[in-house]
């Protein structure tokens, strides 16, 4: 196992649409195991997506365990825990409601912003030895999923800023 | 890196302000970039249908220099120009780990009472944005704070339901950045 090297913007494999996995053979294992190490050795993360490390393949991972147990927001508090998603070809099947919340990125350092994501998805996804699975996810782990999955498809959480400012005026405006 | 790029460049905050009218960021920053000035951070807003701007502007000219670049422009749109040299320094944010709105009736002193309290209370602002709502005779004052609580979020807490005996509303929401 390896930590891999983490591409930041501008480069621009990280503006390209990945491509599907389609041999779930031992180099994708392999590659599957470099990568969580790459997100444990990345301090706070809770995904990673292949094209992270220049890699244009459909593949995430998201473990947001560490995190959601502190509790420390209302999307924490409300978010679902599958452990660790190994996610291959993951494809979002439904999405519904919307939350607003900060994130950041590997990618893109020394900057974070706020993006609205849906408050739960169902998705569909193989694993590395290429069984289908289907996972349920909301608030924190929701979030975290949507992040990287937008990185297969040439999308940043830049790509998705919302004005704080136009977000909190509405929000007060409605509870005068 | 050539030997002509190699002269000491500093940073400093130009503050510009005025009437109102589209395209004063378009030609001040024009201006800046034909004198061979590089920008950094930027804050840009209406305050009460003024135009106001800060500027981070890095360049090795001295300020009267800077001064004379955007002369031009500022003249011909009446706009008046501050210049500070600063320390500065890119790539170092600080994230803010707590998002604070309030608002409440506007009365004399209303942000100076909130800040007081959330200062003693350990809270860094890092950045706040207020408005006056409502009508002419009914004024509303509302904050947006972003900022960083030294000492965790339970005594911002208590200090805001004192605000609230004293007819301030607060919404305290922890902010938890993803990273992926």
């Not at chain 1, 502190?70 to 409601?97: D, F, V, W, Y």
């Amino acid at each position: 196992m390896a930590v891999l090297e983490v591409v930041s913007y501008p480069d621009e494999r990280l503006k390209r649409v990945s491509d599907p996995v389609v041999q779930f053979d031992e180099a994708l294992q392999s590659f599957v195991a470099d990568l969580e190490q790459t997100m444990r050795a990345s301090p706070g993360a809770v995904g990673i997506a292949a094209p992270q490390v220049g890699r244009l393949q459909r593949i995430v991972i998201v473990d947001v365990s560490s995190v959601i147990n502190r509790n420390r927001t209302k999307e924490q508090q409300n978010s679902s825990s599958n452990g660790c998603m190994i996610l291959i070809n993951p494809e979002i099947a439904r999405a519904e409601g919307r939350v607003v919340g900060r994130e950041g990125c590997l990618s893109v350092p020394d900057f974070t912003g706020n993006v609205a994501r849906a408050a739960a998805i169902s998705l569909t996804a193989f694993d590395p030895a290429g069984r289908r699975h289907e996972y349920r996810c909301k608030g924190f782990e929701a979030r975290a999923v949507q992040h990287e999955a937008d990185h297969l498809d040439g999308l940043l959480f830049l790509d998705r800023l919302v004005s704080p400012r136009e977000l909190f005026r509405r929000k007060i405006y409605r509870s005068i | 890196m050539n030997q002509s790029e190699q002269r000491t460049k500093s940073w400093y905050m130009m503050t510009v302000v005025g009437k109102d009218r589209p395209g004063i960021v378009a030609r001040l920053t024009q201006a800046l970039f034909e004198g061979g000035c590089n920008l950094g951070e930027t804050s840009m807003t209406r305050l009460g249908g003024n135009f106001t701007i800060m500027m981070m502007v890095e360049s090795d000219a001295e300020s009267t220099r800077l001064q004379g670049l955007v002369g031009p422009v500022a003249d011909a749109l009446a706009l008046h120009v501050h210049i500070d040299s600063i320390q500065a320094r890119l790539h170092e944010h600080t994230e803010p780990n707590v998002q604070i709105s309030l608002y409440g009736a506007d009365r004399a002193g209303i942000v100076a009472e909130v800040t007081g309290v959330l200062a003693e209370a350990g809270l860094n602002i890092l950045d706040l944005n207020s408005e006056v709502a409502g009508t002419g005779d009914k004024p509303v004052y509302i904050m947006m704070i972003d900022g960083y609580a030294e000492g965790g979020i339970e005594a911002l807490k208590s200090v805001l339901e004192r605000l609230k005996a004293r007819g301030i509303e607060a919404t305290l929401t922890p902010i938890a950045t993803l990273v992926g």
